[in-house]
């Protein structure tokens, strides 16, 4: 039995992951929280406290923290008494993160795959480059790391092992379908890190398409589908986590990611993309400052965290899977909805933010019970899908299915 619990990155997705461990500190026991700027720590250990969000009176400790320091990481492990550490900064820190868990003995989750910061849409499958690298240090020290343990990825990985699993005899197709319904109100801005967000969306579009990578561009490939409760929603083919992993745990031969942008999303990125804005490597100024673009248009941009009061509508984002049952043709379309506003008045964040920070609590609640707290690294589809869902349906985020047998709860 595992408790205590680190959050490290102090974003939007941050705050959730602080509200809902609060909710459950009964279990998880003490909290605390690390980022590189303390007093965004503090203004998300005031927000929990305002919130009463508390089951067992309790406070937050907040530290200030470079992540990419593995002994300053391992002294705040060892300083909290934290045997679980939920890494959900920067992509850039899940390798100096992992490896201060593996070197203290802490179970290590994260919601993303690991970024070098002079690399993007690198060699499928990604998580071969970085954290799968560890794989056999995890084991050989009992430390558990479940990867991507977000929604997408996370949830959605979930959904894939459930409709493979127990919907299809044979599955011929996944696709991870992201649609955010909602408006912020604002010109321009991204749902979570801009640096990060753009830079899924600058380079390849990988997908795993007949057994094998395949490669497209961005925007070059879209869909359109008639999707609960937000409607007819237009996507597009997007290389993301999952595909990297969800290809090698799962014998399907075809698993796309698609995630809707309106016209106005795509209009302003190609201008920026095109003028070289969204570039990750440095250039120099007139004035011989040394700058890199993509962090320039971060910063003028308006922080995720802040969209929260403004924002309303709904996500939907679930994992459509076709194939066989039965020697019949079959669908399954298994997903969620958020609304921004709901989110919003709970935690204090946006639905998105909402979306990503709940499942690796549900996932820290596993670990902590010991039901997911398997020694060793994992991906999300590796572990028993149904016991997380349970947990997700009761921490508001409740799944739900449509297939040839209607559209309802889904609950194991």
């Known amino acids: 039995m595992k408790k205590n619990i680190l959050i490290i990155g102090a974003g939007g997705v941050a705050q959730v992951v602080a509200h809902k461990c609060a909710q459950h500190n009964d279990i998880l026991g003490s909290i605390a929280i690390a980022s590189r700027g303390i007093s965004k720590c503090q ?50 820190l899940n390798m100096s993160v992992l490896q201060a868990c593996i070197e203290t003995g802490a179970a290590y989750l994260d919601t993303a ?45 979930a959904y894939a092992a459930v409709a493979v699993n127990d919907y299809l005899d044979q599955t011929d197709s996944i696709d991870i379908i992201d649609i955010n319904a909602g408006s912020h109100g604002r010109y321009f801005a991204t749902n979570f890190d801009p640096e ?31 999707l609960p409760v937000v409607g007819q929603q237009t996507s597009y083919m997007t290389g993301h986590d999952e595909i990297h992993s969800l290809s090698q745990n799962l014998n399907v031969p075809n698993i796309r990611f698609w995630m809707g942008f309106g016209e106005h999303y795509i209009n302003v990125f190609t201008v920026l993309n095109n003028l070289g804005l969204l570039s990750e490597q440095p250039v120099t100024t007139a004035e011989g400052l040394e700058v890199i673009p993509l962090k320039v248009v971060k910063a003028v941009l308006p922080d995720p965290s802040s969209l929260a009061p403004d924002y309303s509508g709904k996500t939907c984002i679930g994992t459509l899977a076709k194939g066989k049952k039965d020697g019949k043709d079959k669908e399954v379309f298994i997903y969620n909805v958020a609304d921004h506003k709901e989110a919003y008045q709970e935690v204090g964040s946006q639905g998105i933010s909402y979306t990503a920070g709940v499942p690796p609590v549900a996932a820290a609640i596993l670990v902590a019970q010991g039901t997911w707290d398997v020694q060793k690294m994992v991906n999300v589809e590796q572990l028993d899908p149904k016991p997380f869902l349970n947990l997700l349906n009761q921490m508001g985020l409740p799944n739900r299915i449509k297939d040839e047998n209607g559209d309802r709860e889904l609950s194991f």
């Open 43 to 92: 203004e998300i250990a005031a927000s929990v406290r305002e919130k009463n969000a508390f089951k067992v009176p309790a406070e937050i400790a907040c530290f200030e923290l470079d992540a990419l320091n593995i002994e300053a990481t391992k002294s705040i492990i060892k300083e909290t008494e934290a045997q679980i550490v939920i890494n959900v900064g920067s992509a850039f």
């Open 113 to 157: 795959i690991h970024e070098e910061p002079h690399k993007i849409c690198e060699t499928p499958p990604w998580y071969n480059n970085y954290e799968w690298q560890r794989r056999e240090l995890c084991e050989a020290n009992r430390i558990t790391a479940i990867l991507g343990v977000g929604f997408d990825p996370g949830v959605v990985n």
């Open 196 to 226: 990060i967000n753009f830079r899924e969306f600058t380079g390849e579009v990988w997908s795993w398409q007949n057994s094998q990578w395949t490669s497209n561009q961005m925007f070059e490939i879209k869909r359109t589908d008639d």
